[in-house]
């Protein structure tokens, strides 16, 4: 598996990854995302932006990418420059299929991205990604899957996506909703040929949203790779906008909000890849902070406090606005 590349690393933040959804287009549901790009929002703007990013991930210990069809032009971000530094050999790529991005690169669209986990979208979006990426394409997603979600039943596609992983492809699966738990749990027992399709899940996981928490131990324990995104719940958990007890812990140790949210994470012992959504390169170093932040018990036990019942956290999160 491409993560085993992960276990070889030394750095405190190999196990941190960046996601590329905030700023490969111009409109996304962060919170505090008009302070982070301005009004610069053109295509070479956050191609530069991107790329600016990377270097600083990979500077800093970052070997995890993540990108999606429905994030823009991510994948082409992505690939414009893995092409000019070929010697990057240590680094995992990952995209996901499953959402086709329908903005046409504008904040005011009235769908921004349409979900379809048809076998005829993935044999589509497939093509795309591999004249994008290539063989720089470690780690392929079924992007935001709920426990109704086709992609767990349809055997046609699973053969399909069976004969990636016989290519050298791990497949994976993202989750999202307020059901993740039950995804995760439908999803490992999908099989081909009496073999565990999936090698690894992504889901939403972070100090108001717990829910997902046992089922991604268990996926762990059955040997899948957890990632964990939206740590920073869209924001929510960023300075400007975070509870008052998340304020107190990260004003007590010194460090910003972000990086105490993040340690939370990163402490969970079924957590392989914790990715920052990082929209600035003071993000992401403050980010990059979660690596080595100690918190005791009763800080610990105060955050604990902050879950909020997954049918209002999704709630929530559904009507954030795209800007």
């Known amino acids: 598996m491409p993560f085993a590349r992960l276990a070889a690393a030394t750095t405190p933040t190999c196990h941190i990854g960046f996601g590329l959804a905030a700023v490969a287009r111009p409109g996304y549901i962060n919170l505090g995302r008009d302070a982070d790009l301005g009004e610069s929002r053109t295509v070479e703007a956050l191609r530069a932006r991107t790329h600016e990013l990377l270097d600083a991930a990979y500077a800093q210990g970052v070997r995890y990418f993540d990108a999606a069809r429905s994030y823009g032009r991510s994948e082409e971000f992505l690939a414009d420059w893995l092409r000019t530094r070929p010697g990057l050999d240590d680094v995992v790529v990952g995209s996901k299929w499953g959402y086709t991005y329908t903005a046409e690169w504008t904040t005011d669209a009235e769908k921004h991205e349409v979900k379809d986990h048809s076998l005829p979208t993935y044999e589509r979006q497939r093509a795309e990604t591999a004249e994008l990426l290539g063989d720089r394409l470690d780690l392929y997603q079924i992007h935001s899957v709920t426990p109704d979600s086709p992609a767990l039943t349809d055997k046609e596609l699973h053969a399909r996506l069976a004969e990636a992983a016989a290519q050298g492809v791990t497949v ?141 956290y999704w709630e929530k999160r559904g009507n954030l606005p795209w800007h």
Request: overall charge negative.
């Open 172 to 312: 994976g699966f993202s989750t999202s909703g307020p059901a993740q738990a039950d995804a995760i749990r439908t999803a490992l027992t999908v099989t081909v040929d009496g073999e565990p399709l999936f090698r690894t899940v992504q889901s939403t996981y972070n100090a108001l949203e717990t829910s997902a928490a046992p089922a991604l131990a268990e996926a762990h324990d059955a040997g899948l790779t957890v990632i964990v995104k939206e740590g920073m719940a869209n924001g929510r958990l960023a300075g400007p906008h975070a509870p008052d007890a998340l304020r107190d812990v990260a004003e007590r140790t010194g460090l910003g909000c972000d990086a105490i949210a993040l340690a939370v994470v990163l402490r969970q012992p079924w957590a392989g890849v914790v990715l920052s959504g990082a929209a600035t390169t003071n993000q992401l170093a403050s980010n990059l902070h979660a690596a080595v932040v100690d918190l005791d018990d009763d800080q610990l036990a105060r955050l604990a406090d902050l879950a909020e019942d997954p049918r209002t």
